[in-house]
């Protein structure tokens, strides 16, 4: 199946909220019985549903214990619920979620959140929440699990880096590395070896990670001429690390900096040497030969 994601900001909205216990080895009933228990406080309290209800997970369902979980039903506004009802009515803000919709039986969902977590990943985003899946076509409403329908919603905020991942050594990354910028006119003013440094003051062994200060001088001209303080942004981190599965490099984004400075005036020279940076690693996955 092909997932679909998209970035939107949600309404604010009244929530009837009820914490109930789950087995993953009785999802669908427990999922009936929860919406069973939404429609039966909020018949109770006169509350009207005005959208899909909803599980929200605060931790992965395991593969054989219960957990407990939020359901969720939008509501109209209503007076306040009575302590017996052992649900509350919360007031959500709006958020800023990646979303995408799967069609069929909950055996297989894990496609849509693997599906959805990779797009997140290449995107630019992270998780900021627990996610939550809305049932637009529940076990309560139809018996064939192939016409579920079942929306899964992630709160998200834009990454503070960019981030590649590659299947190589070390060193071979970091000469990818040092050749991509200069290639785009990026040179290294500073550069920490921080596995080496930690060995040899504290003792402390780490993976190997190395952490370079980068510049190009003619974004820095530019930005210099708008502001002076925009040397706050220069030099740009990037960083190299070693994890189990490869080598990742991140360069942070320059454009989130400016939004912290406040600084508006410098979000175009900010969003150009993204673009650059973005463009270098973008080509780090290439072998060197071809990258020289």
């Known amino acids: 199946m092909e997932y679909r994601v998209t970035v939107c900001e949600?309404?604010?909205?009244?929530?009837?909220?009820?914490?109930?216990?789950?087995?993953?080895?009785?999802?669908?009933?427990?999922?009936?019985?929860?919406?069973?228990?939404?429609?039966?406080?909020?018949?109770?309290?006169?509350?009207?549903?005005?959208?899909?209800?909803?599980?929200?997970?605060?931790?992965?369902?395991?593969?054989?214990?219960?957990?407990v979980v939020d359901f969720g039903l939008p509501i109209e506004a209503a007076?306040?619920?009575?302590?017996?009802?052992?649900?509350?009515?919360?007031?959500?803000?709006p958020i800023l979620v990646a979303r995408t919709s799967h069609r069929g039986g909950y055996g297989d969902i894990d496609a849509a959140y693997r599906a959805l977590r990779e797009w997140l990943r290449q995107a630019g985003y992270r998780p900021v929440g627990p996610p939550t899946e809305a049932y637009l076509v529940g076990p309560d409403e139809v018996s064939d699990p192939r016409l579920l329908i079942t929306e899964i919603r992630i709160p998200v905020a834009p990454a503070p880096a960019i981030t590649v991942h590659l299947a190589t050594t070390f060193s071979d990354a970091?000469?990818?590395?040092?050749?991509?910028?200069?290639?785009?006119?990026?040179?290294?003013?500073?550069?920490?070896?921080?596995?080496?440094s930690l060995r040899e003051r504290t003792g402390?062994?780490?993976?190997?990670?190395?952490?370079?200060?980068?510049?190009?001088?003619?974004?820095?001209?530019?930005?210099?001429?708008?502001?002076r303080e925009a040397g706050?942004?220069?030099p740009c981190t990037v960083v190299i690390r070693a994890e189990v599965t490869g080598v990742l490099v991140e360069a942070v984004d320059p454009t989130l900096l400016?939004?912290?400075?406040?600084?508006?005036?410098?979000?175009?020279?900010?969003?150009?040497?993204?673009?650059m940076l973005a463009g270098a690693l973008s080509g780090l996955d290439q072998p060197a030969a071809a990258a020289g």
Do not use: W
């Open 232 to 234: 706050l942004l220069m």
């Open 204 to 227: 402390e062994h780490i993976e190997e990670y190395l952490i370079l200060g980068v510049c190009n001088p003619q974004l820095a001209g530019l930005a210099l001429a708008t502001d």
């Open 258 to 275: 400016v939004q912290v400075l406040t600084r508006p005036e410098l979000a175009s020279s900010a969003e150009e040497m993204r673009r």
């Open 79 to 93: 007076p306040a619920l009575g302590p017996s009802s052992g649900a509350e009515l919360v007031i959500q803000s």
């Open 10 to 67: 949600t309404a604010p909205q009244a929530v009837l909220r009820i914490p109930l216990e789950i087995r993953p080895d009785l999802l669908s009933e427990g999922i009936v019985s929860g919406m069973d228990r939404l429609s039966e406080v909020a018949g109770k309290a006169g509350l009207t549903a005005n959208g899909a209800p909803t599980i929200t997970f605060h931790r992965e369902l395991p593969a054989e214990d219960a957990i």
């Open 174 to 196: 970091v000469d990818r590395t040092r050749t991509a910028l200069r290639e785009r006119g990026f040179g290294v003013v500073t550069e920490f070896d921080v596995q080496a």
